[in-house]
Structures are given as C-alpha cells and as structure tokens.
C-alpha cells in the first residue's frame, strides 16, 4: 500500500505520518519517504537521513563526470539511492531533500522514478510525507498512492485548504485509490460545523485525531514520537489504521 499525506504546514501531517508507519511496521519493513525539506520524519522515527535525492541530484548535475566510467547514470543512481537509505527495525527513511533549481532536471527526474518503482516492491508499504505543495507527486518522481491522506487543522479555512489540495491532486493527475480526510487536533465538543464545510467542499466525511497532552509533553522531551495505543490520540489512531486498511 502507498499513502501519501497533504496538507499545509503544522497541521500534524508528520505526526500523524510517523504514527502510520509505526503501526504498519507489524506488516514488513515500511519505507519512509521524508518529501517535505522542513519536515522532521526521520527525527520522529528516530532514524538520521544518510544523504538526500537533491544532494545526488545536485552532485549529478553540478559534475555529470562524477559517475564513474564503466558504469551507467542509471546504475550509478541506483547505488546512491541505496546508500542514502537509513534502516531502522521495521522502517527505511528515505529523504528529498530540497527541490531543485531552474533548468532542466527532466533527464534525472526520469531516473529516480525508475529508480524509485523498483524500490517499492521490495517494501510492505511505502508512506511519503509530502510538503503542501506536494511537488514530488506532481513531477511523477514519486508515485500514485493507494490512499490520499488530507490533514486538516479543526477550522472551515483548514478544510478548505484541504480542499484544494485534493483539487491540486486531480490537476497534476495523480490517481488515488481513496482519500481519507483527517481533522487533527480536534478539541472535541460539536464537530458537526466541521463535517458540514468537508461534506460542502465535496470531500468525505472527516476522520478526527484529538489533540493530545502526550504529545505535547513528549515533544518537549523528545524529537523520537511513539504514541502509546492508550492515548485519546493512540485509540483514534487505531480507527484511522483500520479506515486506512478498509
Ligand atoms: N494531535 C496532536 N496533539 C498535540 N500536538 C500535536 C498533534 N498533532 C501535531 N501536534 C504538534 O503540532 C506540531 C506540528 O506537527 P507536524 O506533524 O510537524 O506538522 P506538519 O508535518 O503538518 O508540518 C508539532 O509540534 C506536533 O508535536
Ligand atoms: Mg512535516
């Protein structure tokens, strides 16, 4: 399975993402893919980022001698990608890194999305934490998700945004098998104001992840996050597991 989280920044979509792949670890090794530069994924999982695709590709394009004689470009970015994987018990990170500059990169796009659809059988399941923009998924390096995961703070204008970005999704043609609209940091009470503005932007009913006092305190411990099962936000994250398998 593939999942691909959406939605602007500090609405909890690395939280939620590492939670994810904490709990699918049960079923194999779960690739990580880190796709948003000021995002914190591998910290959260407790793995340290080895190397980035736009470090690879930058060295590529700055140097294209850099790949040794006898050897193709292809192979070459396959070593590199394989060397830039950190590994983790149940998880490989894998990390973008920041985006690219002008000119053209179509040629080592073209690559790592080889590169990377040969990597994904190898995984159980593949969860990429997109930035808002979700540039990897519209330039195709990255590829079609089973599940679409929008996270949205508990406001209209955050439901809204989530909005759009599944309107960007359609627009740049990634093809999702379903998306799952998630409301964090809910702070309980009547929520129906809420599943009246999704149901209104044309988007399913909302998943809702309260916000949670064990992570805020463990955040000021820690950068590693493992939100125990018997938390508000570990039970909710229970039903979201099964939503996610359904
Ligand atoms: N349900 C929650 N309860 C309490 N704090 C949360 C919750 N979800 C996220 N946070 C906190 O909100 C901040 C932003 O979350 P993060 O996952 O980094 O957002 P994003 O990846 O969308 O930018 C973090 O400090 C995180 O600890
Ligand atoms: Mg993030």
Redesign the pocket.
């Given at each position: 399975m593939i999942i691909a989280m959406a939605?602007?920044?500090?609405?909890?979509?690395?939280?939620?993402a590492s939670q994810i792949i904490r709990a699918l670890g049960g079923d194999g090794i779960v690739l990580a893919v880190d796709a948003?530069p000021?995002?914190?994924l591998g910290e959260k999982l407790g793995l340290e980022p080895l190397g980035t695709i736009g470090g690879i590709r930058n060295q590529i394009v700055d140097d294209p001698d850099i790949v040794p004689a006898g050897i193709s470009k292809h192979e070459y970015v396959v070593g590199r990608v394989r060397e830039i994987i950190a590994e983790g018990e149940t998880t490989d990170l894998l990390t973008m890194g920041r985006s690219q500059g002008e000119g053209c990169y179509c040629f080592i796009n073209g690559l790592l999305r080889e590169c990377f659809s040969n990597l994904i059988p190898n995984y159980a399941h593949v969860v990429i934490?997109n930035e808002a923009g979700m540039e990897h998924m519209s330039r195709k390096t990255l590829p079609q998700a089973d599940v679409l995961l929008l996270?949205s703070d508990p406001t209209v204008t955050g439901i809204k945004t989530a909005a759009r970005l599944r309107d960007l999704a359609d627009e740049v043609g990634m093809e999702t098998g379903k998306t799952i609209l998630v409301v964090?940091?809910a702070p309980g009470g009547n929520m129906s104001p809420l599943e009246k503005a999704a149901s209104d932007n044309g988007l399913p009913a909302p998943f809702f992840?309260?916000?949670?006092q064990y992570?805020?305190d463990s955040?000021m411990e820690s950068e590693v996050?493992d939100v125990p099962g018997d938390t508000p936000?570990g039970r909710a994250m229970s039903g979201l597991m099964a939503e996610i398998r359904k």
């Open positions: 939605g602007k920044g500090g609405v909890g979509k690395s939280t939620i948003d000021n995002s914190n934490d996270v964090n940091n992840l309260p916000r949670d992570i805020v955040s996050l936000f």
